[in-house]
Nanobody, 114 residues
Framework: QVQLVESGGGLVQPGGSLRLSCAASGSIDSINALGWHRQAPGKQRELVAGISTAGLTAYGDSVKGRFTISRDNAKNTVYLQMNSLKPEDTAVYYC????????WGPGTQVTVSS
């Protein structure tokens, strides 16, 4: 079992920044991927960004150039730096772990509004 604890969501004005964190604990595979997906009301869950233990990254098209994913392997923690936030970034953001099995965090709300 892997447990994921997310933090850092909240309310921010358009153009602002937020940083999400997700700490993984439990039976961590030596090779794994951590990442973030999001789901807005009435929409399908979509990839935001992902990063492997080797540091390889992938981003959804809508966040490229604005969001940056990073990780601290010693802490099994992944970070998502979100800059130039737009109202359409409003969603519940879910941390995701992929190893031998896949796990999801409970989600954290990000609201971009003036």
């Amino acid at each position: 079992q892997v447990q994921l604890v997310e933090s850092g969501g909240g309310l921010v004005q358009p153009g602002g920044s937020l940083r999400l964190s997700c700490a993984a604990s439990g039976s961590i595979d030596s090779i794994n991927a951590l990442g973030w997906h999001r789901q807005a009301p009435g929409k399908q869950r979509e990839l935001v960004a992902g990063i492997s233990t080797a540091g390889l990254t992938a981003y959804g098209d809508s966040v490229k150039g604005r969001f940056t994913i990073s990780r601290d392997n010693a802490k099994n923690t992944v970070y998502l730096q979100m800059n130039s936030l737009k109202p359409e970034d409003t969603a519940v953001y879910y941390c995701n772990y992929r190893g031998e099995r896949t796990y999801w965090g409970p989600g954290t709300q990000v609201t971009v509004s003036s």
